[in-house]
């Protein structure tokens, strides 16, 4: 993500051996879905570059040759994953003409979207995202004709110039991949395949989860000026176990392309789930 480094990556993914209670040996057996390799990249600028035309492309598809030919790698096992800015960075060198998707098995992302056009890859897809997002949003949600804005966004200059903002984020994005694969559902708005199973990737405190709900309540954060959030005020911190619905979008065999789902964390914001190790004692890795 933008502001963040692959340490940080590592440890949001994975935790920290401070963590009480967590155990992040993980298992690399067979039966445990190992062995494996995870390597972490940082973009050369603070943000990615949203192309496959620039260096940071050049460099995450030089790294996959590499690494293919130095480590014993299924070269049919390949995954990239992205958070935030790192997410917008996979949707826009996922498509075809781009180098490194013919390398890659299976592409996912968490809290990111905001692109102009489905990725037209073929590799099984999965956008983790949380309803509350106030970064970049879940879905093109629509007030009067026209997009409406995340709180958080409204504070940003330059972020929201154009009231007419037709990106695709989370669940539209979602549906459009799929849509090149054979799905004829709805895309931005409408109705949406339902849930067929849900996961549970939050484990948070009430009070804390609705502190950093307050602090993005209206413009310039909630803690001095208070009220409602005016955007998506339908929405609360995680009360369940269940909090996280799967969304599988269906895709015709004769696509020959891999699966679509969309991770909805409901009521959570952009902060990566805190959810490490799974009960098998493996990372929960997208």
Known sequence: GIYSNPG??????????????????????????GPYCISFHK?????????????????????VDYALANYPINPDAVNVHGFSSGGIQIHNMMHTHCAIERKISAASSYGSGNVP???TTKAAYLLAHGTQDGVVTYQNLWKDGKQDK?????????????????????????????????????????????????????????AECNQRLLECTVPGGGKESGGSNPWNSRFSCPTKEDETDVLDYPVQPSSNAGSVEVWRINGWNHDYPNRRINKSNGPVVF
């Not at 973009?43 to 790294?63: E, M, V």
């Not at 984020?169 to 991949?177: H, K, N, S, V």
Request: proline letters at 6%; charged letters at 20%.
């Open 150 to 206: 995340s709180c958080c966004d409204l504070d940003w200059p330059g972020v929201c110039t154009n009231e007419d903002y037709y990106h695709l984020f989370a669940e539209g994005l979602g549906a459009a991949i799929a849509a090149l694969r054979g799905y004829d559902g709805d895309i931005i708005g409408g109705e949406h395949p339902a849930p067929t199973s849900t996961k549970d990737l939050i484990s948070d405190k009430p």
């Open 117 to 119: 056009a489905p990725p």
């Open 43 to 63: 973009s050369a600028a603070d943000a990615w570059q949203y192309t496959c035309r620039g260096s940071d492309h050049t460099h995450l598809s030089a790294f």
């Open 8 to 33: 940080d990556q590592e440890w949001l993914m994975m935790g920290s051996t401070e963590d009480a209670g967590l155990d992040i040996n993980f298992s690399e057996e067979a039966s445990d879905g």
